[in-house]
Nanobody, 123 residues
Framework: QVQLVESGGGLVQPGGSLNLSCTAS????????MGWYRQAPGKQRELVAT???????NYTDSVKGRFTCSMDNAKNTVYLGLNSLKPEDTAVYYC?????????????????WGPGTQVTVSS
């Protein structure tokens, strides 16, 4: 069984910074990619950033230059640095992992999600 646990959300003033982290644990064989999505009230969940941990990182246009996504393969952990935060960045941020897990000798590739962490940008 695989679990993703996020940490680091909170309340910050506009222009401030936060750091999120997410660690995957369990019977993990290989992680293909990890990343972050967010969902604001009344809106659909949207991609924020994804990374393969090998230098390939993608960002949605609205966060380019402000957010930094990185991955520590050895720790099965993905990070998101949020800088120059705006009120419109307020959302629940969800960690996502595309990974291969195993039960005995059987391997499974699937998407896994964390429970989410709230980020609120407000003065």
């Amino acid at each position: 069984q695989v679990q993703l646990v996020e940490s680091g959300g909170g309340l910050v003033q506009p222009g401030g910074s936060l750091n999120l982290s997410c660690t995957a644990s369990g019977s993990i064989f290989h992680i293909n990619a990890m990343g972050w999505y967010r969902q604001a009230p009344g809106k659909q969940r949207e991609l924020v950033a994804t990374t393969t941990g090998t230098g390939r990182t993608n960002y949605t246009d609205s966060v380019k230059g402000r957010f930094t996504c990185s991955m520590d393969n050895a720790k099965n952990t993905v990070y998101l640095g949020l800088n120059s935060l705006k009120p419109e960045d307020t959302a629940v941020y969800y960690c996502n992992a595309d990974l291969t897990s195993y039960i005995g000798s059987v391997y499974y590739t699937a998407d896994y999600w964390g429970p989410g962490t709230q980020v609120t940008v407000s003065s």
